[in-house]
Each structure stands twice: as C-alpha cells, then as structure tokens.
C-alpha cells in the first residue's frame, strides 16, 4: 500500500482517526478498490490486490531443513511426474511444522518448484493436511453413522472434555475411519483403538500425553479377522 | 456356511503378511508362474467368463474393465483402489492388514492381464498401519524378483508404489483418485475419457478395488468355470461383507452371494443388539437407499438388491435398530456427504448443503411439512446431474428414507414444533408481554 494508509491513522481508540464520513477517505492515502469501486473482491478477482501472487521460492533465501529436503526429493523421485509426489510432500513438511504453516507450503514450493498457492490449494483439499496451528497429538474419533449408532458423538465430547485447553492436542471428529466394527473408536496418532469406552478415556489420554502405547488390548491391528462363534446354521 | 472361505481362509494365521508365510501356503506358485505365461487375451477371457463383478462399489464385470485396455505398446498403468472411504466399509483394510501379498499377487496378474508396465497402491492416507504393512510387502516382493524387469524369467516387468492419500472421500471416485495421484486436489473428471482410454497421466489405466484384484490368484487357481459355481447368476463368487451398527457381533464376514440377510444379521452377526428388532439398513454402504426390517428374508446379491431398490455396493450393511430416529440418522448421513462434497458440481454443492440446512431446521422445529416435499424434490436434481456419484449417493438414501419414513419425519416434524413454541413461550414469561402468534412459526 501507498503511503499514508488507514493503518498509519490508527489512534489510540484503535479506530481509524479522521472524518468517516459516507464517501470519504480515511486519511490521505489511496485505498484499493476493485472494479465499480467495490472494496470487497469479486469472483474474479485476487484476494488482494495489494500483493503480486506469490511465485516459486528461490533457493537461496528459503532455506529447508536438509532432512525434509531429502525426503521430498526422495518421493519426488518415485513417480513418473514429480507433481504427484505433493501429498507426501506436504505430509512430509507437516511432520516437522506439526500444521501446513506458510513457511511449511514454502519450504514444499521450494524443492518441488511449484508456486505456493498451488500448494495450498492442496493442502486445502484435504482433511488430514491441517491449514491452521493445530497440537502434536493427532486424536480423531469416528464420528460417522455406524460409531455414532454406537455412542462415538459422547465419546468425542468426552476426549474434549479431557484435553480441553491442552495445546499439544488435536481432537477432530472425523469422517468414517474404516474400522466400525471396533466402534466408536479412534484413530490416535495414525493407531486405531476401540471400541473405547467412556471411562477408559482418562487413561488413553494419561498414555498419549505419556508417550507410551494406547491401550494396547483394544488396537485394531491384535484384532482377528474371523469370529469362531459366527456360524451360519444352513 | 457350505461354502468355505476364499479370501479369509486362514486369514489369521500369524505371519501371514510377511512373503515367507504366504509363499509356503501356495503363493506366488505354480498358478502364478502359469498365468504369466498365458497369453493376455485368454487370460482376460478366463476373468470375464468367472463372472467376477467389482467389489468396490459399482460391481462392473472385472474382466470386461479389463478387456477395455487397448492394445499396442505404450504406457498403461494399474491403480488399486484401496481408499475405502465408504462409511461402514472395512474389508480392504482386513485384507491389506493380515494378508498384503494376495493383493499384491493379484495386482501383477492383473497388471499382466492389461498389459500394464507401472502400478500404484492408492490407500488412504488414515490406513497408516495398513501402508506401512503394504510398504514392507512390496519390498519384499522386489527383494525376490516377483517386482521389477522381466518377473521370474518372463517378459513381463512390473514397478508398483504404494501411494498414501490424506482424507478425502471423493478420492475414492476412479477419477476424484486419478488427479489425486497426479498432485492435485481429487476433484472427479468429465466422462468419457474413461480411465481405460485416458486416465493417470493421460495413459490408458485399469482401476480396481482391493478385494476385485486379491481375488484373481483364486480364480485361476481353481478355475474359472469352477469360480462361477460360487454364489447366484449373475453374483458369483464369495464377498466380504463388512457388518456394523446395532448388531452384536460387528465385523467382516465372508460370504456366499445370495445369502439371505436374515442369515447374515441373525447367525453371523449374532442377532441385534438387546434383542431389538431392525427398523431398516444399508445394504452396501451409507450410499445405498435403505431398505427396512420387512425386507430381511432378500437373497444378498447384485441382482436381488438391485430388485429391490437399492444395491449391494461395497457390501457393507450398516443396520439401524427401532430405537434410533431416522431423522438423526438422516442428519448424519446428509452431513458427511456435505462435508466430502467438492464443489465442483452445483447441484451436488448446493444440494447437500441444503439439505442439512433443512434438517437441522426439522430438528430445530422451525420446519414445515412442506420442506419435506422440498427436500425430496432436492435430491431428485441432484441424481444424474453431475460429474460423479457423490451427489446420488447422498440423495438416494436421503430419498429412501423420507419415502418410507414419511410418517415419523412428519411426526418428529410436529413435535419439535411443539417443543420449540413451549421454550419460546416459556422464555416470554415477564409480565405484560404477549407473543404474536406469528413469531411462534
């Protein structure tokens, strides 16, 4: 923006100084405006037009970590079109960013050399990418028909109940994690367990924030396949 | 059950995902060697005559898929279709968990068949544990030569990458997953092209679901001819049925198609949960209109689903007791599809969000029996006018359920009004104040 913006006449009621009569500038500078004087974009237009798009980082004033480059390029190298590899990518850089930050799709748009709103378009699309500051811990309880038949909507209230106010977690209700004959469950930091009780979320909460394994006799992977007692009489 | 286990014979024996277990119970054997030196066209023949249908979702004949692969030397691609996202579906996970190498021994024949160089594993990105087992399959099978140039001796040369998506239902559309694969967002593609013509990477791709391809050794193994003996005309062969809900045993189930639900709800699963009675059901899925307790004695296949207004889907039957409310199950239901939807059509868009809004305003009590009307009439535009299914698969069983239940939607539509004049009447309580009566609406 030019100088003398509206930000610049901030006072100290933390409005803008100055006549705000209908029809007047707020102070001396220019505001953008887009096409018919509107303040507000239109379907065709950029977000903001103050900013030219972003282009593809250079590499020399994006630095990226050299593990999380080695692994991008690791995957870029896998597929036929190294574009493919941009959902590993991005998982990849939310690994060490804990969230798809602007400096994680950055460091992503660096090393594939493709612009940052492509990217982010991406990441936008899906719900494991996570487009805000999140927590570490990743709990994701089914929340879909076949765990909520079973009790998974008091489940997730009381998974919040538990973490409620602690930054490192990221409880979500999720869509159909794919185990319903273990509902309600949850799949915590990619282990599915269930069918979680209501009165075992205090220990699988004291076992994530432990670091140590979540209880170990209800995850899906010790489950068997085929019920003994599931006998067909014809 | 007369019919013994195909897929699930022996599922839990431990061990069986590493290449050693799987190889010493017949894998990777003689069937495998004698299908890569079959010539392509007898081999597609054989799966066509089995009668194997997709077990993904649509259950189009496996070996006519196959058979629309063209000719001629150029890029083709295999993608397995392992984004199980289908709510109440789990059976891929079953299979990729315990038993990784029949899928992977069905991919290369499969490959084989279409004469396809490069094959992807497109599982989502939430089967973390499943990727891993399929990560350490795979390198197994390139450590021993069954992946790779020229596999044990042949001409045939297969690479194949297990790639991880990250959430997204609409992935699990052939096309949604193509431009998923390809690093963009899973938006579905117009058709035709169809992927057998143009599809990854605009080269000709064979896209079949896991439990379709894991089937393959097994048909070869025992025969095509043999294969379609399984099940009724028209469905042959067993299917992995993946039961939840109100039932006491939920879980996979291997099946002979035809099988009487009532037999698959009452003996399998162990009957309902607290000797309830079943108010109605998915029978393939949370996209398949529901069908009620009156229709339990229907024959479980393709055809008979079919007959019977609804479809088999990826064979996950969902069952709803007499206890539960349609309109929550509705509810839920009309707000998944609306969160998956991708916006790129406007009735499937527009038409899911609406009909949230007006289930919620039925459950808020600020509804009209009219919105039922309205809300049916929406998803009749919804059907058939977009780019993919995703849409149909929210108004079909959305339509089925205020078709049948119109009754109880009407009821509960009444009573939460009632409910909501009582607490606006009770919140008007201060002296001298007197409602209008049309703000009571």
Not at chain 2, 308 to 321: E, F, Q, T
Not at chain 2, 397 to 410: A, D, L, W
């Amino acid at each position: 923006m030019s100088e003398g913006t509206a930000a610049e006449n901030v006072g100290t009621t933390g409005l803008p100084e100055g006549d705000l009569t209908l029809g007047q500038h707020v102070g001396s500078g220019e505001i953008p405006r887009y096409e018919g004087g509107s303040r507000t974009p239109g379907w065709d237009d950029p977000v903001d037009l103050t900013k030219d798009p972003a282009v593809i980082p250079d590499p020399a004033d994006c630095p990226v970590p050299e593990e999380l480059r080695a692994e991008i390029e690791r995957h870029m190298a896998l597929y036929p079109d190294a574009r493919s590899a941009s959902i590993p990518a991005l998982m990849a850089a939310q690994k060490v960013h804990v969230w798809c930050s602007p400096t994680a799709i950055e460091q992503v748009a660096c090393v594939m050399r493709l612009t940052p709103g492509y990217l982010a378009a991406v990441a936008t699309f899906y719900d494991m990418l996570e487009t805000s500051p999140v927590g570490r811990h990743r709990v994701y309880v089914c929340t879909n028909i076949s765990c909520s038949l079973r009790g998974a909507d008091e489940l997730l209230l009381r998974v919040q109940e538990e973490t409620a106010g602690d930054p490192d977690f990221n409880v979500r209700g999720f869509e159909c994690l794919g185990a319903c004959d273990i509902a309600p469950m949850a799949s915590v930091d990619d282990v599915y367990v269930g069918p979680v009780e209501l009165d075992e979320v205090p220990d699988l909460v004291a076992q994530i924030r432990a670091g140590t394994e979540v209880l170990p006799e209800k995850q899906i992977i010790r489950r068997k396949s085929v019920d003994p007692n599931a006998v067909s009489t014809s | 059950m007369s019919q013994e286990a195909i897929l699930f014979k022996g599922i839990d024996e431990p061990g069986l995902n590493t290449l050693e277990v799987y190889k010493r119970r017949g894998g990777y054997g003689d069937v495998f060697r004698k299908a890569l030196s079959t010539p392509r066209d007898a081999l597609v023949t054989e799966l066509v005559e089995s009668g194997l249908r997709g077990r993904g979702g649509a259950g189009f004949s496996m070996g006519k898929k196959a058979s629309f692969m063209p000719k001629g030397a150029m890029d083709k691609y295999l993608v397995c279709n392992a984004d199980e996202s289908e709510p109440g579906t789990f059976k891929d996970r079953e299979l990729m968990t315990k038993s990784p190498h029949m899928l992977i021994e069905g991919m290369i024949i499969g490959a084989y068949a279409a004469g396809a160089t490069r094959s992807f594993i497109y599982i989502r990105g939430e089967y973390a544990q499943q990727a891993d087992i399929l990560d350490a399959a795979v390198a197994e099978a390139y450590a021993d030569g069954l992946l790779g140039k020229h596999i044990l001796g042949s001409d045939h040369s297969l690479e194949m990458l297990v790639h991880r998506g990250a959430g997204a239902y609409i992935c699990g559309e052939e096309t949604g997953l193509l431009d998923s694969l390809e690093g963009k967002r899973g938006n579905p593609r117009l058709k035709p092209p169809f992927p057998a013509n143009q599809g990854l990477y605009q080269g000709p791709t064979l896209i079949n679901n896991v439990e379709t391809l894991a089937t393959i050794p097994h048909i070869l193994g025992m025969g095509a001819a043999e294969y379609a003996k399984i099940g009724v005309e028209n469905s042959t062969g067993t299917k992995l049925i993946s039961v939840s809900g109100h039932v006491k045993r939920p879980g996979n189930y291997e099946i002979e198609l035809g099988m009487p639900v009532r037999e698959i709800l009452y003996d399998l699963c162990g009957g309902i949960e607290g000797d309830r009675e079943v108010k109605f059901y998915f029978p393939g899925g949370s996209s398949s209109p529901v069908l009620t307790g009156d229709d339990l004695d229907l024959p479980y296949d393709f055809d008979s689903m079919a007959k019977a207004g609804s479809m088999l889907g990826s064979g996950a039957i969902i069952v709803v007791d007499d206890q539960t409310s349609v309109v929550d199950v509705c509810l839920k239901l009309a707000q998944f599809y609306k969160h998956e939807s991708c916006g790129k059509c406007t009735p499937c868009r527009e038409g899911t969000q609406w009909t949230v809004k007006m289930l919620e305003r039925i459950i808020a009590g600020t509804a009209t029996p009219m919105d039922l009307d309205i809300m049916a009439s929406v998803q009749t535009q919804i059907i058939g006018n977009c780019l993919c299914v995703l849409g149909d698969a929210m108004a079909m069983p959305v339509g089925s359920m205020i078709e049948k239940f119109r009754p109880e939607f009407e009821a509960y539509i009444e009573e939460a009004r009632a409910r909501s004049e009582r607490e606006l009447i009770a919140s008007l309580e201060e002296p001298g104040e007197v409602p209008l009566v049309g703000s009571l609406v």
